[in-house]
């Protein structure tokens, strides 16, 4: 297992730097500075400012200099939405807001989805089934800004009985996480009935049959254990994507989150906080894949880590 962990250290620290690198060249490679929007900025005014905070180097430079600063702890400061705030008392600010949407929405979309497919795996052919199969394929079909501005416009415009900004009140959470976890949900009762369908045909449910075992039994207790491999394997980057809020759903709702930000950040080309919010954003989805391996060991113990098709 030490081994294990530590060759999966080496790759997730080659696949962050990676990650970083590609991010700082293509933020780079957009024309023009992000100085050029203030008004007012004599060509002077900019290049001192450029200067400032390092960006008047060679590229290959910056990035070697802002790599040694983050490896040292450092995601240096906002350039332009927080001027010389740090970068990490930022995503400190912003990330537990995120959280809080994120892991609400996370935990209904598992809890429903799951037994959700059991339900249509058990139920296969009935009518109840295709109801589920017509249900999750749109959820899954439909983009969730749509999902958010449709119930934006029902109940916080027409019928008036949800906040529709900010985070003040338990009300304010139910739009954004129903609309950040729908489809997930959906995706995930998909795939749950997948490996459902898939697992009873395999001879250990043969065999729990021909010991007289009720079919509620084996699906839920038997088939259900080897069927959410898949869906842990799914569940572990949906938790790094779902507990940063969701872009657009933070934008849609004014959710004052790390996701809302980071758009923001884009838009005012405020490089200290793209930079910092991508690299901190992948090595949270690195640890979650890393964590997906080792409940891959406790739902199924014959999974031999390290080994094989790791």
Known sequence: M??????????????????????????????GSPFLSERGQSPQVIAKLEAKYGMDKPLIIQLKNYLVSFAQGDMGVSIK???????????????????????????????????????????????????????????????????????LVIFGVVLKVLPTTGLDSWKNYIMPCFSLGFYP???????????????????????????GLSTSKIIFKHALRNSLIPVVTYIGPL????????????????????????????????????????IFLSILLVFMMFVVDIVYKLIDPRIQLGKGGE
């Open 239 to 278: 938790t790094a994507y779902v507990i940063t809020g969701g872009f657009v759903v933070e934008t849609v709702f004014s959710i004052p989150g790390l996701g809302k930000y980071f758009v923001q950040s884009i838009m005012n080309k405020d490089y200290p906080i793209i930079m910092g919010t991508t």
């Open 81 to 151: 939405m927080q001027k010389n705030r740090e970068v990490s008392g930022i995503i400190a600010e912003k990330f537990p807001v995120s959280v809080r949407v994120g892991v609400i929405a996370l935990i209904w979309a598992v809890i429903v989805g799951i037994p959700l497919g059991c339900l249509a795996a058990y139920n296969r052919g009935k009518w109840i089934d295709s109801l589920l199969r017509i249900v999750t394929t749109a959820g899954v079909a439909v983009p969730g800004f749509v999902i958010a501005t449709v119930l």
């Open 2 to 31: 030490i081994k294990y962990c530590a060759k999966r250290l080496v790759v997730a620290a080659a696949t962050v730097l990676l990650i970083a690198t590609i991010t700082f060249l293509l933020m780079n490679a957009v024309p």
């Open 185 to 211: 949900m959906c995706y995930t009762a998909k795939l749950t009935r997948s490996s459902m369908l898939d697992a009873i045909n395999q001879d250990y449910i043969r065999t729990a049959r021909a010991k």
